[in-house]
């Protein structure tokens, strides 16, 4: 696990100072993909080892007093070169979004972007709160949504302002436009480090053939 490095669902620790901080960590991947945590080991990859068990009575701080709602998780301890390391592992949560305390303590909502934790936008925590409501949505192709598609078929992405910009539509109305598309698995978001982009979705979910579609599917 060490040799994979740091990526999307691993991160290694060299030792948990700072519930507040790990409680990123936690809230990130069960907001994202899942993941572990490897407590003990040097960004390097070098074992350094947990000397008690005080690091595992912080991730349980982290996880159930600073991420709201709470994450759950579960603990594997590894032996090598007489040393210890603490696995902590993570499901993705079908309770998400998952927020922990930013540099601030404010609240935030963080998921994971290759080996980094970043804040995730509104459209994005609304897409995640639209999941868990029972009732199913409709499309509905308008100019915005026509001139949108339109323009990601030629040029593949495009930015929150460019978009309220080339249709000419508040920023509130293009929130909602996206959070539906998005929602409705015809476009996905593309998160970086300095910017947020919307695309295409690459694997769009299309209905059974049994399926009872809206009248005017």
Not at 62 to 71: D, F, G, T, Y
Not at 83 to 105: F, M, Y
Not at 148 to 174: Q, V
């Amino acid at each position: 696990m060490i040799l994979e490095g740091e990526h999307q669902t691993q991160d290694f620790k060299f030792a948990i100072t700072d519930t507040k901080k790990i409680a990123r960590s936690i809230a990130a991947f069960a907001n994202t993909d899942g993941g572990r945590l490897l407590i003990g080991v040097k960004d390097n990859g070098k074992i350094a080892g947990v000397e008690s068990d005080e690091e595992y009575y912080m991730i349980e701080s982290a996880a159930n007093r600073h991420c709201r709602p709470s994450v759950g998780f579960k603990t594997k301890k590894w032996e090598a070169d007489g040393k210890t390391v603490l696995e902590i592992i993570i499901e993705r949560s079908k309770n998400r979004p998952h927020t922990a305390p930013d540099k601030d303590t404010k609240p935030t909502v963080y998921v994971r972007v290759k080996d980094q934790n970043l804040v995730a936008n509104r459209i994005l925590t609304e897409v995640w709160k639209r999941e868990k409501q029972p009732s199913g949505s409709l499309l509905k192709i308008k100019y915005a949504e026509s001139k949108l598609l339109t323009y990601l078929g030629i040029h593949g992405y495009i930015t929150f302002s460019k978009f309220c910009g080339m249709a000419n539509i508040s920023p509130r109305k293009a929130e909602k436009i996206l959070i539906n598309l998005i929602h409705m698995k015809v476009i996905e978001m593309d998160i970086t480090e300095t910017q947020i982009f919307y695309k295409m979705n690459s694997k769009p979910e299309y209905p059974e053939p049994n399926q009872e579609l809206p009248e005017d599917w």
